[in-house]
């Protein structure tokens, strides 16, 4: 079991992460919404397509722009849709 953890608390865990790039992208029914926030940032992979991104909240604290998910990947990479990595501090392992 993968897990994503940040301030002391689980945000993701999963037996079936993708990893691209050395990132671990979660199934997104494995992710619990509540500590997701929208966030208004977005950045572009020329083989990924679009990123958008979430902060992070628990435990009182906020993660700005620590996870991101491709809405719409490029054909390359597919295998990433409906699915959410995290960086920033959050621990994946």
Request: aromatic share 12%; proline share 4%; charged share 25%.
């Amino acid at each position: 079991m993968v897990k994503a953890t940040w301030n002391g608390t689980v945000i993701a865990a999963s037996d079936d992460t993708i990893v691209v790039e050395g990132n671990h992208y979660f199934p997104r029914e494995s992710v619990r919404d509540e500590y997701l926030r929208d966030s208004a940032t977005i950045s572009h992979c020329p083989w990924k397509g679009t990123a958008h991104y979430y902060d992070i909240e628990a435990g009182g604290a906020r993660n700005g722009d620590a996870a991101w998910y491709y809405p719409d990947p490029k054909e390359a990479a597919a295998e990433i849709k409906d699915r959410i990595a995290f960086w920033k501090g959050v621990a994946v392992g």
